[in-house]
């Protein structure tokens, strides 16, 4: 994630600053509204790479791009978004019919299936 020229990496005043907009929303909001303190940047990080997958319904190598995530982690920790929204897709898509997608978890590596059809 680089950093500026005191060799302190960039995440460091970012999650400061976080914490501190927190500490400042948190003195106008009412008590059951407040922001945990327990947010971090990663915890921010997370929500974005899934809103924009989900919510947002950006593809997949636009959000590695933007994020500067690689596939093989977005792969890892959001297949589930990303497979739900796909859900969605087939199952508004015409041609398909009422076809049910059905996913499988596969825990071996599968060379007929990955060489037929690889995510993304």
Known sequence: MGGDNTGRPRYRDWGRGIKAAIRRANQTLKEDERISGDIVAYSVRHA??????SEDGIDQVAVEKITETSGEMIRRHYYKVVE????KK???RRSLGNTEFETQTHTKPNAERDSIAKWP
């Open 48 to 53: 974005v790479i899934t809103d924009l997958l």
């Open 90 to 92: 087939l199952a508004n």
């Open 84 to 87: 739900e929204r796909l859900k």
